[in-house]
């Protein structure tokens, strides 16, 4: 057994919370907002983010991030991407030399451009880092929904402690050690999800979304070998899984802040009605950081950005996408002479 802390208690951290519960593990779940604390200790749910989700009444809630992150085996940061660089900084005096962090969360940092685990080394050098990723929505692994997702790590010992940690008969847990093509899929599947949710908005149908997975996959995987992450990494559970995810359910908030674009709503105006941080949102102008900082072309990711800062209509975007100049699917392939 292990004693383990999930640092933030939104949806997908208290979803893992009652998975390593149940796998037999000690768990603490921290947050910073004492009313979500105070609901959490009084309901044993939350009513807001994961409804109907029991939680066993002897898991410990606290605000206090010491009493969190001191002794304990592995450290689980899901917080919000926009927070991971705070959390970090505060949970740093309390971590010690090699301590596991797994971060949840996805997203790119706009202003160094680091991926998440990046920022949790720059900001904790002694933990050793890990992240878990793939096709995997809260409110289906809140309700013992078989899911399949990938733990990323450099050394292999650490990613297969992991993989005893939090897999059981309905979380099937594989490993990997491309940790930045884990997190670059993670990222930039949101972004394009956005796209999704807009063509969904605007009437499209499954034509539409079809070639946005298929071409925003391709984006995805052009910039992400162009950085160091592998192809193979892009072509499963992490990369194409997790896009056709969160392209297709209405579990997911960026395809569902897209919609609301598509039909009209301002990037606020979404956001607001969504309730939850829409991660996209967040990457996408990161992502264009990146494709200029590596000269790659990532046509779907700019018109989401044209669509969110500039001021382009949804439809707009969408024709500049299709009169594009003329294309070969796959450029290696060879001709007959």
């Not at 029991?54 to 899901?78: I, N, Q, R, S």
Request: hydrophobic letters at 45%; one cysteine or more; proline letters at 4%.
């Amino acid at each position: 057994m292990a004693d383990i802390s999930i640092i933030g208690a939104g949806s997908w951290g208290t979803a893992l919370a009652l998975l390593l519960y149940k796998n037999g593990h000690s768990v603490t779940v921290w947050s910073i907002m004492e009313a979500e604390i105070a609901m959490l200790q009084k309901e044993h749910e939350h009513k807001e983010k994961l409804p109907g989700v029991k939680l066993p009444e002897d898991m410990v809630f606290t605000t206090d991030l010491k009493m969190a992150v001191e002794g304990k085996d592995v450290l689980v940061l899901a917080v919000p991407s926009p927070y991971t660089r705070a959390t970090s900084k505060s949970m740093a005096p309390f971590v010690r030399e090699g301590q596991v962090i797994v971060n949840v969360a996805k997203g790119i940092e706009e202003k160094t451009l680091f991926t998440l685990s990046e920022i949790i080394e720059d900001e904790i050098p002694q933990a050793e880092v890990a992240v878990l990723s793939g096709p995997s929505h809260a409110e289906e692994v809140g309700r013992g929904i078989p899911t399949t997702i990938v733990v990323g790590a450099r050394k292999k010992n650490t990613a297969e402690y992991l993989q005893n940690i939090f897999m059981n008969e309905v979380f099937r847990v594989y490993i990997s050690p491309d940790v930045l093509g884990i997190e670059l899929g993670a990222a930039l599947k949101n972004v394009v999800a956005l796209a999704a949710g807009i063509a969904d908005g605007l009437g499209y149908g499954d034509n539409t979304k079809a070639a946005l997975i298929t071409r925003g996959i391709a984006e995805i995987a052009r910039l992400g070998t162009a950085m160091g992450g592998k192809w193979e990494t892009f072509c499963g559970l992490t990369g194409i899984g997790d896009l056709i995810v969160t392209c297709a359910s209405m579990h997911s908030r960026n395809r569902r802040a897209g919609i609301l674009i598509g039909q009209g709503h301002t990037m606020e105006e979404a956001m607001a009605e969504v309730k939850m941080v829409v991660e996209g949102v967040y990457s996408a102008k990161a992502a264009m950081g990146l494709a200029e900082k590596y000269n790659v072309q990532l046509p779907i990711i700019e018109q989401v950005n044209e669509v969110l800062f500039h001021g382009k209509s949804a439809a707009e975007a969408v024709g500049s996408l299709m009169l594009r100049d003329k294309k070969i699917e796959n450029p290696l392939l060879p001709w007959e002479a």
